[in-house]
């Protein structure tokens, strides 16, 4: 009964195949913009000088403490900036304010910049007097930024490091899936590339076609029909009539 095998493959086709193209798609979409906010992330990290894993972790902290990761990634170039001074022997701008929090110099070098902020984050938490915790967060970090963070500053290593804990155990983006979403974005802007030359190409060989045509009716059908027009307007009515 050909009738019935047909209404039982209109029912798969509603049931299973359109269900899983649209699933398909869906998932093509997701992909795409996962890749596109990884491919953020890295670049992010990148500029800071934290790992992709590291910058999700400091980023829920904030968002979980109520403070701003806009801010935090701040206080990260901050930071980078005092490890160059420290690097190149310019130290001495910075060490008043860490002796301020019971650090040195020398507790920073040699550190990356997660570790930096980390070492610098602690000894804030345990400074007991809110006005220097402030007013040297505020000396690393610049104006408004320190007073923005005291609630990440504020917290002991022990609940900071929980919740570092939590943020890769709720899952995060790695620096080798970061790496792949890169790939595949440069291979995007790659192709809209290729397809933008592909365009000019085509349309440098359409374009002359159309400006011989566009002239032609400049010069040729535009003023036959201005001169029909005119020819319509000399005749008397009688004649319009008829040859309506």
Do not use: C, H
């Given at each position: 009964?050909?009738?019935?095998?047909?209404?039982?493959?209109?029912?798969?086709?509603?049931?299973?195949?359109?269900?899983?193209?649209?699933?398909?798609?869906?998932?093509?979409?997701?992909?795409?913009?996962?890749?596109?906010?990884?491919?953020?992330?890295?670049?992010?990290?990148?500029?800071?000088?934290?790992?992709?894993?590291?910058?999700?972790?400091?980023?829920?902290?904030?968002?979980?403490?109520?403070?701003?990761?806009?801010?935090?990634?701040?206080?990260?170039?901050?930071?980078?900036?005092?490890?160059?001074?420290?690097?190149?022997?310019?130290?001495?701008?910075?060490?008043?304010?860490?002796?301020?929090?019971?650090?040195?110099?020398?507790?920073?070098?040699?550190?990356?910049?997660?570790?930096?902020?980390?070492?610098?984050?602690?000894?804030?938490?345990?400074?007991?007097?809110?006005a220097i915790?402030?007013?040297?967060?505020?000396?690393f970090f610049?104006?408004?930024?320190?007073?923005?963070?005291?609630?990440?500053?504020?917290?002991?290593?022990?609940?900071?490091?929980?919740?570092?804990?939590?943020?890769?155990?709720?899952?995060?983006?790695?620096?080798?899936?970061?790496?792949?979403?890169?790939?595949?974005?440069?291979?995007?802007?790659?192709?809209?590339?290729?397809?933008?030359?592909?365009?000019?190409?085509?349309?440098?060989?359409?374009?002359?076609?159309?400006?011989?045509?566009?002239?032609?009716?400049?010069?040729?059908?535009?003023?036959?029909?201005?001169?029909?027009?005119?020819?319509?307007?000399?005749?008397?009515?009688?004649?319009?009539?008829?040859?309506?």
């Amino acid at each position: 009964n050909f009738q019935k095998i047909g209404q039982i493959g209109s029912t798969l086709t509603k049931s299973i195949t359109l269900p899983v193209l649209g699933a398909l798609s869906a998932l093509g979409a997701l992909a795409v913009k996962t890749a596109i906010t990884a491919d953020e992330l890295a670049d992010t990290a990148a500029k800071i000088g934290l790992s992709a894993e590291s910058l999700q972790e400091w980023n829920y902290i904030a968002k979980i403490s109520g403070s701003s990761t806009e801010s935090l990634n701040k206080a990260f170039v901050k930071v980078n900036g005092i490890l160059g001074d420290i690097a190149t022997g310019n130290g001495d701008k910075v060490s008043e304010s860490l002796a301020l929090i019971g650090l040195s110099v020398d507790d920073l070098k040699g550190k990356n910049a997660d570790q930096a902020f980390n070492t610098i984050r602690d000894a804030l938490a345990s400074v007991e007097d809110e006005a220097i915790r402030v007013g040297v967060a505020n000396e690393f970090f610049g104006d408004k930024i320190g007073s923005e963070l005291i609630p990440i500053l504020s917290q002991e290593a022990s609940a900071i490091s929980d919740l570092r804990t939590e943020a890769r155990e709720l899952g995060i983006i790695t620096n080798e899936q970061a790496a792949v979403a890169g790939d595949f974005n440069d291979a995007i802007d790659q192709t809209k590339q290729a397809l933008g030359s592909l365009a000019m190409d085509i349309s440098a060989t359409v374009l002359p076609i159309m400006q011989t045509l566009l002239q032609k009716v400049r010069d040729e059908i535009i003023p036959t029909i201005k001169d029909w027009v005119d020819r319509w307007t000399n005749l008397d009515t009688g004649t319009k009539q008829i040859i309506l």
